[in-house]
């Protein structure tokens, strides 16, 4: 091949510059796709990788990040102890890219690779038996949203090890990329590699090089905290638009009231008169797109849904709009609870500012229609819920305040589900608090508020997988098949008691059988399958990813896919078919109403009060906002540019060198061969 190569050289330069420039493109592109293809015989790419990130409030930064061009580092499996040791202290080869799996996730372990400065990234492995083994992992808090509760600094429930099993990584700075390798057959790539290269003869011996070694890119562009990178990210500017540095955390809260309002008839009769019932719409993991969160937040959201389905009756809403008791049911998916009460926070603040519904406020002709605070009569909210034990309980907690009486709603709530063989207990114990819940939010601003939050927990978390991507429908023991499974069976029940509770509380006293196949199907939406029957009848496709909904509650640019999913069903249940809308160009809400939206959902036009508010904190809309306060959340996610994971075989630091001398050399050489024969060209390459 050398022959024509040298030929083609010939010929171009004796011609135009215009066949000069385009033979130097042609030969760039040649030189291009050898590069590409050599680059492909290199490197092992991990495709199914997902990157843990950075996130900063106002005094500090969490996660995870890799220098611009990505970390390298020889990879290491650590499977026990000796080898644990290997990575952080004696072995030869540092920096290392340790292999681990999720079972040494912990506080101790990845403290210690960050202490010993020896590892340059960690790769966590999927191993489906040692996974089903697993008996706890949480990465959050052992004492979750510490400081945004009700109790103060010092007081005896300021911190509460609610969950036990937490190792508080979540909220930790790592200055190496970790990265979750979901796909098993990739992680048996990775071990492949460090078998055949890397692990020591006999257990002790170090190999020589080449060794098999990893480049983990996560490069995070925000730095330090809140403050500084929202700073940054106004000072910096390209073409007119902000060069972006960090984004507010944030979605949207969805909320629905049973009873629709118009111009003639407000919310509120009176003072004191609506129930609220409520549950959180967000996990977290600490890798980006693993926040299932099947305990966390699926199982209270299912339920909630399924008591909005109850009361959304026809006969159920006639009874509702002539109580005399209760004026109406607000129903309330709080976003970003997970991280200082984020969208339950903005709720109060927007109650407390008169501005609930958002923009009402400017609307002279409906401000009777505002909600405030002081409007709520009882507040429920369900947490987590699922139950592996068939006789197991429900606990009704409260903040045992003298200035709240719960003890109307507990007792009604105890009452029905005893109709159903349900047991709900009352946590008595004065010496505990409230777990962790958006109903804290709003008793600091009002502590009157009869409100209680059920759990299937009296004291500690008994999902030991709390905010971990390993919260799933397995450790729940939960199978969509299994219609007798018991977190269907226990669920189904606990809606209609609830329903049957808000009726009893609203002054009728009517029977509300539990609906299991509802239940069931929730669950199997939340817990197991975007794919799921009800996802695709509102969303109108059938092609949506079999997999469960990430519910991570993302930066307020962009609405996550699952508060979307949920709103709609909210739209299906709640809702009334508008039957002489046939075309959805005519689906569009009319002015003179007031708190109802038109929605097209699978080739019907529904009127429902389905609603959304911003779920973004305080912190970012008021002015001059102290960001060391901790009065509010101040969560920011850093911006990245890509992620990437890829294997190869590394040479040893001398083999490098002479590599790269070897080829500087070449290249100036290759310039003099190739000058000398275009001063020789007329004799070596005659012309006839």
């Given at each position: 091949m050398r022959k024509p190569l040298v030929i083609g050289i010939r010929v171009f330069s004796g011609g135009t510059r215009v066949t000069e420039f385009l033979a130097a493109v042609l030969m760039c592109l040649f030189l291009g796709v050898g590069a590409d293809r050599t680059s492909q015989k290199i490197y092992e790419p991990i495709v199914e990788s997902y990157p843990c990130f950075r996130k900063l409030n106002g005094t500090h930064q969490v996660g995870c990040g890799s220098s611009l061009t990505g970390d390298v580092g020889v990879v290491h499996l650590v499977e026990n102890e000796s080898s644990l040791q290997w990575v952080t202290r004696i072995g030869p080869h540092d920096p290392y890219v340790a292999l681990i799996y999720p079972d040494f996730l912990t506080d101790r372990v990845m403290n210690l690779f960050k202490r010993s400065g020896r590892v340059g990234g960690i790769l966590v492995l999927n191993d489906t038996i040692r996974i089903q083994g697993l008996l706890q992992s949480s990465p959050d808090l052992k004492c979750p949203n510490e400081g945004f509760g009700l109790a103060l600094p010092n007081s005896t429930h300021y911190c509460e090890n609610w969950n036990n099993a937490g190792e508080s990584i979540l909220f930790q700075k790592f200055d190496f990329p970790v990265f979750y390798v979901h796909n098993e057959t990739e992680s048996q790539t990775i071990l492949s590699c460090y078998d055949d290269f890397n692990r020591p003869i006999n257990g002790t011996t170090a190999r020589e090089w080449p060794l098999c070694a990893a480049q983990l890119?996560?490069?995070?562009?925000?730095?330090?905290?809140?403050?500084?990178?929202?700073?940054?990210?106004?000072?910096?500017?390209?073409?007119?638009?902000?060069?972006?540095?960090?984004?507010?955390?944030?979605?949207?809260?969805?909320?629905?009231?049973?009873?629709?309002?118009?111009?003639?008839?407000?919310?509120?009769?009176?003072n004191g008169s609506v129930i609220v019932i409520s549950a959180k719409l967000d996990a977290a993991s600490m890798f980006e797109g693993l926040a299932h969160g099947a305990d966390s937040a699926g199982t209270g959201?299912?339920?909630?849904?399924?008591?909005?389905?109850?009361?959304?009756?026809?006969?159920?809403?006639?009874?509702?709009?002539?109580?005399?008791?209760?004026?109406?049911?607000?129903?309330?998916?709080?976003?970003?609870?997970?991280?200082?009460?984020?969208?339950?926070?903005?709720?109060?603040?927007?109650?407390?500012?008169?501005?609930?519904?958002?923009?009402?406020?400017?609307?002279?002709?409906?401000?009777?229609?505002?909600?405030?605070?002081?409007?709520?009569?009882?507040?429920?909210?369900?947490?987590?819920?699922?139950?592996?034990?068939?006789?197991?309980?429900?606990?009704m907690h409260d903040a045992k305040s003298p200035f709240s009486d719960t003890s109307t709603l507990t007792a009604m709530l105890k009452s029905k589900g005893l109709e159903f063989n349900l047991p709900i207990t009352y946590v008595t114990n004065q010496t505990i608090g409230i777990p962790p819940a958006s109903l804290q939010t709003f008793l600091k601003e009002r502590p009157s508020i009869p409100g209680i939050f059920i759990t299937n927990h009296e004291n500690e978390f008994r999902n030991k997988f709390y905010n971990s991507m390993f919260d799933d429908a397995v450790h729940l023991q939960y199978q969509y098949q299994n219609l007798s499974s018991i977190s269907t069976i226990k669920?189904?029940?606990?809606?209609?008691?609830?329903?049957?509770?808000?009726?009893?509380?609203?002054?009728?006293?009517?029977?509300?059988?539990?609906?299991?196949?509802?239940?069931?199907?929730?669950?199997?939406?939340?817990?197991?399958?975007?794919?799921?029957?009800?996802?695709?009848?509102?969303?109108?496709?059938?092609?949506?990813?079999?997999?469960?909904?990430?519910?991570?509650v993302g930066v307020d640019r962009h609405h996550i896919f699952a508060t979307q999913l949920t709103r709609f069903v909210m739209m299906y249940y709640q809702g009334d078919n508008v039957t002489n809308i046939t075309m959805e160009k005519d689906c569009n809400t009319p002015d003179d109403k007031l708190n109802v939206e038109y929605q097209w959902i699978n080739g019907s036009c529904f009127a429902s009060t389905v609603n959304t508010s911003q779920a973004v904190s305080p912190a970012f809309v008021i002015d001059n906002y102290d960001w060391t306060s901790g009065q509010y959340s101040t969560w920011t996610e850093s911006v990245w540019q890509q992620f990437s994971v890829r294997i190869f075989v590394k040479p040893s630091r001398a083999h490098e060198i002479i590599t790269l001398v070897s080829g500087i050399l070449v290249f100036f050489i290759s310039f003099v061969v190739v000058g000398w024969t275009s001063l020789k060209s007329d004799i070596i390459f005659p012309t006839r």
């Open positions: 890119r996560a490069f995070m562009l925000a730095a330090v905290d809140t403050p500084t990178c929202l700073r940054r990210s106004d000072k910096f500017n390209l073409e007119q638009q902000k060069a972006r540095v960090c984004d507010q955390m944030g979605d949207l809260n969805i909320w629905a009231s049973v009873l629709p309002s118009n111009q003639s008839k407000p919310y509120i009769k009176e959201i299912s339920t909630l849904l399924a008591v909005l389905k109850h009361l959304s009756q026809p006969e159920l809403k006639n009874l509702l709009s002539n109580s005399s008791t209760i004026d109406n049911v607000y129903f309330i998916l709080f976003h970003g609870e997970t991280f200082g009460y984020i969208g339950s926070s903005r709720m109060v603040y927007d109650m407390k500012n008169g501005d609930f519904p958002q923009g009402i406020k400017n609307d002279s002709q409906n401000t009777t229609a505002m909600l405030n605070i002081k409007d709520i009569k009882y507040y429920i909210e369900l947490g987590q819920l699922g139950q592996t034990d068939g006789q197991a309980s429900y606990y669920i189904a029940q606990l809606a209609a008691t609830i329903a049957s509770t808000v009726m009893g509380l609203a002054g009728s006293n009517v029977n509300i059988d539990p609906d299991f196949k509802n239940a069931n199907d929730l669950l199997h939406c939340y817990l197991e399958s975007g794919n799921c029957d009800i996802f695709q009848l509102v969303a109108g496709s059938d092609k949506m990813q079999p997999i469960p909904l990430d519910l991570y």
